[in-house]
């Protein structure tokens, strides 16, 4: 059962445009949210989180906006720069113990 | 620099042949986990400790599979009679675990151990 999934397995855009990430999940009782940034053959960097009592956080050029309704959030990059182009991960989180992450997307920003 | 750190950060071994990781946790933090990646997946959650009680194992964690956190400081998981299977990166991440339901806390990961059973 694939509780948090990224649909889109890559994703490129141009250097100074946006990056929009896309992540779904089914567990309603999910109240915590994390986006993670991966390079090859090291762990992940954490990016950004959101709790579900709030709908948008912003922390410099990145964006992270919840919709509970609809069960899935997004990373939003502006501008995207090409030191951007990584692995990203959706995570979620309940009561804060585990996380349950996404398959992933490859972000690649073009000079 | 005083983030989360794995060792080793490769480690080849034989089938059958018994593996241990260590997980040095950022100092103040109370909780520490393991996760298992393997090629084209999310992390997936292994275990993990509240100092140095373990709370939680997935059902993922085989009997072949221990993990320790004596001091509830640094952490150990070891792998006995290694599978091709158990090929994968480990992680480990810890983070402060403020509130009773520890909502809202945020976890740092470590480098991992690339493990490779031949």
């Known amino acids: 059962d694939q509780q948090v999934k990224q649909n889109s397995p890559s994703l490129s855009v141009q250097e100074g445009r946006i990056s929009i990430l896309n992540c779904d999940y089914t567990n309603s009782m999910f109240d915590y949210f994390l986006w993670y940034k991966k390079y090859p053959a090291e762990g992940p960097t954490f990016l950004i989180s959101i709790s579900s009592i709030k709908d948008k956080n912003e922390d410099g050029r990145f964006t992270v906006f919840l919709n509970k309704s609809a069960k899935h959030l997004s990373l939003h990059i502006v501008p995207s720069q090409p030191g951007d182009s990584a692995v990203y991960f959706c995570?979620?989180?309940?009561?804060?113990?585990?996380?349950?992450f996404g398959e992933g997307t490859q972000l690649t920003v073009n000079p | 620099d005083t983030g989360v750190s794995q060792d080793p950060r490769h480690k080849i071994t034989k089938r059958g042949q018994n593996v241990t990781f260590r997980c040095d946790p950022i100092s103040e933090h109370n909780r520490l986990y393991w996760y298992r990646q393997t090629l084209g997946q999310g992390p997936e959650f292994l275990t993990y400790f509240q100092n140095e009680a373990q709370l939680e194992k997935s059902r993922l964690l085989s009997d072949r599979f221990s993990a320790e956190r004596p001091k509830g400081s640094f952490s150990t998981l070891e792998i006995q009679r290694t599978e091709q299977g158990d090929s994968a990166m480990y992680l480990c991440?810890?983070?402060?675990?403020?509130?009773?339901?520890?909502?809202?806390?945020?976890?740092?990961f470590g480098p991992g151990t690339r493990l490779l059973v031949l």
């Open positions: 991440a810890s983070s402060l675990a403020r509130f009773a339901s520890g909502s809202g806390e945020t976890q740092y």
């Open positions: 995570a979620a989180s309940r009561s804060g113990s585990r996380l349950t």
